[in-house]
């Protein structure tokens, strides 16, 4: 994805990242990886995979795994996977299969939900948990982005008009995308995982953008309240694709709450303006 | 001997509460909070009467327990009630405020009481690093440099510009002046050399609490021989001793409550990974000797007893340290027993005051 | 028609005091701080008893003219030494405070005062930028960031970290929280675009200033448009028009006095190289269209004349301007005598008030 900054077009996010392949539950798995570090794993959202300036900034500090999950881009119709917990149960044999031990997890809005089953499944392997904008925990009625490329824009993005134009996506892919992802996401209140969610005490890291139009940043204090060891960080002037809208803000907390989770409320900032 | 209230603005929340710091503000009561600073106006008027020389409040952010987190409005609020009694801010967290508006509120409150303020600058506790993000390791630092810029901001006549290291303006100005000449009778408030050398080299008193009489005179020592040094000799009146007191009719029945109040919840409890981290973090001294820091965990009791007994516990702290104000938090053992609070206060007032005026 | 009376707590500046902002606070005169203070308690008894319905604050720094560098201190001490007015705070200059703290102290002040607050929120007029450092080309989106975080602060129910452009907090939970719920009348202050749609779409009033009515109209109107588009309609007492005013026994006399003010000093001159820097940097806007900021100078007088041309100017400005409240400024701060000031405004509740409640 090409990304203006300060109306230059600079490189290509994403320029950096590796394709691989694995294989879990029979499907053939593709991800991108790049850097090195400890492993963050990161689950994407309805839309597919798509690689930002947050994944770059991350992979300057972490080994980053992005995977593209079964259905979804060019891989071939998921019809397998009957709920979220099925999906997180195949990702997480697919970190099998990459010989991860333990990793960090971030999800991102739907691939927030399967990040949660994931770590509910396998807590032992997850040392932290990220949630950007996740969809696990909806108001009622809500409703998916959809519509032109104008009309999603303005829904998953604070500053649209600051984007350059991008690639339109294959309506082929869209569609299967759109079966699937319906198939998955759940009611908006899933009793079950709430249910659930008590019990969780990986440390999680829940972000939402304050221009959030997709799910409300209303929706932050649930998991706090649900979780034992969860914070809530409010990203200024971010909308619901919050590390393309601010990537350095983002990745700035992400990467501080991977390397002390709970002591990251520490300041360590240096405030000296000189010696 | 002077006598201060420590009144904390005292939250009593209808519903039990969840023990750790940050406690959602989901929680908040809002009848409990009105009713608590009615209840601070209602204590000061009633330690007024029983001859209290002080009354005074100190700073608190995110807290169920102390709704102060700006002592300077709460004491605005009590100059509007106070007759006669002073009031000691004790006090701004300078290290984590802006220094500037820190002077300008406090010469406002200095102009409105007038002349009945006592300002105490604190570096923080442990766990109020936290509230504004500051960084354990620019803490000492930050504080030394944010005192300095207060008593500047007061005491220069001229408008000037601060090059610090952690604080920088072009243009400094603060009116209202204080109304009390150079300035308010101000304290550095901590037991570390650092602040007994910053309160001797800029005259100001010193402000210890909650140790034991052995370890603030360790502390009130090292002050007094740095003062010496800087070619002055503090009054008792400059120290002053901030501390737990539990007084009761007879001695058993004060070291039964006192039982009964150890085994009620902590004060400040953090999550044990933060805790740990800022335990490492935080380097502390009592006049230059290490000590670790508390952070957020039951503080001692201090003065225990009858009237008698507190009388002479008083007495022997003030030979060991020298203090001449202590600064008195009253204690309610087990729940938000207010009844509690005001019998103490009576039995203090009329049993004890008149009997350590000239200690 | 609801009406405010706008309190600077004045000080009565001898005329040898020099111009120039910043004043050299070595000429403060102690006596006459603390009778400011006083005079402010005085007045706010005063117009209390003469039926207004709120009293308000600004807050200016470095300044003998208006001693409120901090609005909760004062807006506290008067809360004290009041019963029943609202007392708005218009307001806090968000764009260089600690909005968590503006936050803390706002709901300390809403509670203690019984639910009395009123809370505008206001970007800063040109002068205070050079308060404490606040460069200019930043304090839009400081103003913008710094409401956000306060109202987040006051509604989130659980503790949170805010990743700003300007402001960046690991942990926000403010206790207490506002007495009045979900939020006490609340209003974003500045004629601009950008102040009209954040009033807009956080349903929260608007607060206008000065200048004549045609022009404030096109931010009144701009903000109603903004509001349709929002989904909501605001009510008249959701618009404030803070405004000066000269009330004589006659129509001459006024006229009298206010050639008389026009050539007294201005409230905050500066340099002119300051003056002139501050011009070229400082981007205002009315509803969208651009305007030149005032840096310090006399501003106009809206309403001026004997009582019933007053009445008739405050009916034509209800039709022309649509606002619901009326903030007034009864004299210039800094003119000396406060005996014209009260007989003003004893003629105001007299003659004035009663006849526009119903406007």
Not at chain 2, 191 to 204: G, K, N, P, V
Not at chain 3, 133 to 162: H, S, V
Request: aromatic letters at 8%.
């Amino acid at each position: 994805m090409r990304v203006l900054q300060k109306g230059l077009i600079v490189t290509q996010a994403g320029d950096a990242f590796r394709e691989g392949h694995v294989d879990a539950d029979g499907f053939r798995i593709r991800y991108m990886e790049a850097g090195q570090g400890p492993p963050f794993v990161h689950l994407h959202g309805a839309g597919g995979l798509r690689l930002t300036r947050g994944h770059d900034l991350l992979s300057r500090q972490f080994r980053v795994i992005a995977f593209e999950m079964p259905g979804f881009g060019a891989s071939p119709e998921n019809d397998r996977s009957r709920d979220m917990p099925e999906l997180a149960a195949t990702m997480a044999t697919a970190t099998d299969a990459l010989g991860l031990d333990q990793f960090n997890l971030m999800g991102t809005s739907f691939g927030g939900k399967t990040a949660l089953w994931l770590a509910l499944l396998q807590p032992d392997r997850v040392q932290a948990l990220v949630l950007e904008a996740p969809a696990a925990i909806r108001p009622h009625g809500s409703r998916p982005p959809a519509g032109s490329p104008e009309e999603m824009a303005r829904r998953l993005f604070a500053h649209p008009e600051r984007l350059a134009p991008m690639p339109l996506p294959d309506p082929a892919v869209q569609a299967r995308q759109a079966r699937l992802t319906a198939r998955l996401r759940g009611p908006d209140r899933d009793a079950d995982l709430e249910g659930r969610l008590p019990g969780l005490v990986v440390p999680t890291l829940v972000l939402f953008g304050t221009v959030d139009r997709v799910i409300p940043p209303e929706m932050g204090h649930f998991y706090k309240e649900l979780m034992p060891n969860c914070h809530l960080v409010f990203v200024y002037d971010a909308g619901h694709a919050i590390s393309t809208d601010r990537p350095e803000a983002f990745v700035e907390v992400v990467a501080d709450f991977i390397e002390r989770r709970e002591a990251f409320v520490i300041s360590r900032t240096d405030t000296v303006i000189h010696p | 001997m002077k006598v201060s209230y420590f009144e904390t603005a005292r939250y009593r929340a209808p519903r039990q509460l969840p023990a750790q710091w940050p406690v959602p503000p989901a929680a908040y009561d809002r009848d409990a909070g009105t009713q608590s600073y009615h209840g601070m106006v209602e204590r000061m008027q009633f330690v007024e009467k029983l001859g209290f020389d002080w009354i005074s409040v100190s700073e608190h952010h995110y807290s169920p327990q102390r709704l102060t987190p700006n002592p300077v409005v709460s004491a605005a609020y009590l100059a509007g009630y106070a007759q006669n009694i002073k009031i000691a801010v004790l006090g701004p967290i300078v290290s984590q405020s802006n220094p500037v508006q820190v002077a300008e509120e406090l010469a406002m409150l200095d102009n409105m009481l007038p002349g009945r303020l006592v300002v105490g600058m604190l570096r923080g506790i442990t766990g109020e690093y936290l509230t504004y993000g500051l960084n354990p390791a620019e803490a000492r630092e930050r504080t030394s440099e944010a005192m300095e810029l207060v008593l500047k901001a007061w005491t220069e006549p001229q408008p000037f510009g601060w090059q610090g290291r952690h604080f920088r303006f072009r243009t400094v100005a603060v009116w209202p002046r204080p109304r009390q000449q150079p300035h308010p009778p101000t304290y550095a408030l901590g037991t570390s050399r650092e602040s007994c050398e910053f309160a001797a080299r800029h005259h100001l008193g010193l402000g210890v609490s909650y140790a034991p009489f052995g370890v603030i005179a360790k502390a009130t020592r090292f002050y007094r021989d740095a003062c010496a040094q800087c070619g002055w000799q503090p009054a008792p009146e400059h120290v002053i001793y901030r501390a737990n007191i539990l007084i009761s009719e007879t001695d058993t029945e004060a070291e039964a409550l006192l039982d009964e109040q150890r085994r009620a919840r902590q004060a400040f409890p953090l999550r044990a990974q933060v805790r740990d981290a800022l335990l490492e973090l935080d380097i502390r001294n009592v006049a230059g000797e290490a000590r670790t820091p508390n952070v957020g965990s039951v503080l001692p009791t201090n003065f225990v007893g009858s009237p008698d007994t507190i009388v002479e516990q008083i007495k022997c702290c003030r030979e060991q340290s020298g203090v001449g104000v202590i600064d008195l938090m009253f204690q309610i053992p087990g729940s938000a027993d207010l009844g509690f609070l005001m019998r103490s206060l009576e039995l203090f007032g009329t049993k004890v005051l008149p009997r350590i005026r000239d200690v | 028609m609801q009406v405010s009376y706008f309190e600077t707590a004045r000080y009565r500046v001898p005329p040898a005091i020099p111009a120039e902002w910043p004043v050299p606070p070595g000429a403060y005169d102690p006596e006459t701080g603390a009778e400011a203070y006083q005079g402010m308690v005085d007045r706010v008894q005063f117009v209390e008893e003469l039926g207004f319905d709120w009293v308000s604050l600004s807050e200016h720094h470095y300044s003998p003219r208006i001693l409120t560098p901090n609005i909760a201190v004062s807006g506290s001490y008067i809360a004290a030494r009041s019963k029943r007015i609202k007392i708005a705070v218009l307001g806090p200059i968000v764009s260089q405070s600690n909005p968590v703290q503006v936050a803390e102290e706002m709901a300390m002040l809403d509670t203690l005062s019984n639910g009395r607050l009123v809370f505008g929120m206001l970007r800063g007029t040109t002068n205070e930028y050079l308060t404490f450092d606040l460069n200019p080309a930043e304090a839009r989106e400081r103003t913008t960031e710094g409401m956000e975080l306060i109202l987040k602060a006051w509604t989130e129910p659980q503790p949170f970290g805010w990743q700003g452009r300007h402001y960046q907090f690991r942990t926000v939970s403010v206790w207490p929280r506002p007495l009045q719920q979900p939020l006490p009348p609340t209003y974003s202050l500045g004629t601009s675009r950008e102040s009209c749609e954040f009033a807009a779409r956080h349903h929260i009033g608007l607060g206008v200033s000065f200048a004549p009515f045609e022009i404030v109209a096109k931010s009144t109107r701009y903000y109603r448009e903004q509001c349709r588009h929002y989904g909501w309609e605001p009510a008249a007492e959701q618009m404030i028009y803070r405004a000066n005013i000269l009330l004589a026994d006659t129509d001459e006399e006024a006229h009298e006095l206010l050639e008389q003010q026009r050539r007294g000093a201005a409230p905050f001159p500066m340099r002119a190289g300051v003056r002139e820097a501050l011009l070229k940097l400082d981007q205002r806007n009315v509803a969208g269209e651009a305007r030149s900021p005032n840096v310090g100078g006399v501003l106009p007088t809206s309403f001026y004349g004997g009582p019933d041309t007053v009445v008739a100017q405050i009916r034509r400005c209800r039709d022309e301007v649509g606002v619901g409240v009326l903030d007034l400024a009864f004299q210039n701060p800094g003119a000396p005598d406060t005996g014209r000031l009260m007989r003003s405004l004893e003629l105001f509740a007299e003659k004035v008030l009663p006849r526009i409640r119903e406007v």
